[in-house]
Nanobody, 118 residues
């Protein structure tokens, strides 16, 4: 069964940190660049970060650059998002997906909720 399962979200105060994980199954994980996306209430889903299949290249949105770090462990079929210096505007449901978006792992997973209090 192909799927992506996100975890690691929670409630944190502004300035705090969280580490998200996304476990992939059913495909050759290292063949795919992976990304993190987020959707805040009432807003469209937006790009957060992307990492190449071998982990050698990363891209970040301007809103998280310098605060978030994307990484991956292909042996564990897992992609991570280390989030530091969190701000209330980072509050959203966070999703992982191939980047560019494909149907390789089916549709979007359930995501993981991140809530940053001020």
């Amino acid at each position: 069964q192909v799927q992506l399962v996100e975890s690691g979200g929670g409630l944190v105060q502004a300035g705090g940190s969280l580490r998200l994980s996304c476990a992939a199954s059913g495909r050759t994980f290292s063949s795919y660049a992976m990304g993190w996306f987020r959707q805040a209430p009432g807003k469209e889903r937006e790009f957060v970060a992307r990492i190449s299949g071998n982990g050698g290249s990363t891209v970040y949105s301007n809103s998280v650059k310098g605060r978030f770090t994307i990484s991956r462990d292909n042996a564990k079929n897992t992609v991570y998002l280390q989030m530091n210096s969190l701000k209330p505007e980072d509050t959203a449901v966070y999703y992982c997906q191939t980047a560019p978006i494909t149907s390789a792992y089916g549709g979007w997973g359930q995501g993981t909720q991140v809530t940053v209090s001020s």
